[in-house]
């Protein structure tokens, strides 16, 4: 997505409707007309978008981790939780210290090994900046298709694992509720 990655770090803007875009872009420039579209965490939310303004194109949606109302618009204590992680991403992202970015790997990857949770830290380090990452967080965390979902025509599968420390199962089971015969599993 744009902000991280290999894409530039420095946009102006970081939004559903900039992502939606991007991905607008990315279809047009391979020339695929219509296909499957696979849509993970935050993702599912810019799926969803596509899939209703561009109903032709979305052959089947593929949801996993996904939400309808992103962790700031969810209830009060995610509220506080997502603006204190979006502080700690401004001070420490960017830092030598992993400490800062051991906080969102913990929450990604609670069960990983010492190994993995170091190289998760440092690729986290090295794909976006402290500013894009709190911005991304921040954006993610307010999303809201609540409008959109009920207007998905396209067959829908809605994925969510127990135990997901991001995006609890019952925001996936709201997001497969509101799209017209989607199945949860």
Same mark, same amino acid.
């Given at each position: *997505? ?10 102006? &803007?970081? #939004? /559903?409707?900039?992502?939606? #875009? ?7 420039? =391979? ?9 993970? #965490?935050?993702?599912? =939310? $810019? ?10 194109? $979305?052959?089947?949606l593929? %949801? ?13 204590? &995610?509220?506080?939780? @997502?603006?204190?992680?979006t502080?700690?991403? @401004? /001070? ?6 992993? *400490? ?9 990857? !609670?069960? *990983?090994?010492?190994? &993995? ?5 440092? %690729?986290?380090?090295?794909?976006? #900046? ?6 991304y ?17 396209? !067959?829908? /599968?809605?994925?969510?694992? @127990? ?10 089971? &709201? ?11």
């Amino acid at each position: *997505a744009r902000g991280n990655g290999m894409s530039d770090w420095a946009v102006g &803007e970081i #939004s /559903l409707d900039a992502w939606v #875009s991007d991905l607008e872009a990315v279809v047009d420039a =391979a020339g695929i007309e219509r296909f499957p579209l696979l849509g993970i #965490s935050q993702g599912c =939310a $810019v799926s969803v978008a596509f899939a209703v303004q561009h109903p032709q194109r $979305v052959s089947h949606l593929i %949801l996993y981790g996904g939400y309808t109302r992103g962790g700031r618009k969810r209830t009060q204590l &995610e509220r506080e939780q @997502r603006d204190a992680m979006t502080k700690l991403a @401004r /001070l420490g992202w960017g830092g030598v210290n992993p *400490a800062f970015r051991q906080l969102f790997t913990s929450n990604f990857m !609670p069960d *990983a090994t010492p190994e &993995e949770a170091e190289s998760f830290n440092e %690729l986290q380090r090295k794909t976006t #900046s402290a500013d894009c990452a709190a911005r991304y967080f921040e954006a993610t965390g307010n999303f809201d298709i609540s409008d959109l979902v009920g207007h998905v025509s396209a !067959p829908t /599968l809605v994925m969510h694992a @127990r135990g997901d420390l991001m995006v609890p199962l019952e925001a996936g089971r &709201e997001l497969a509720s509101g799209i017209p015969g989607a199945r949860f599993v």
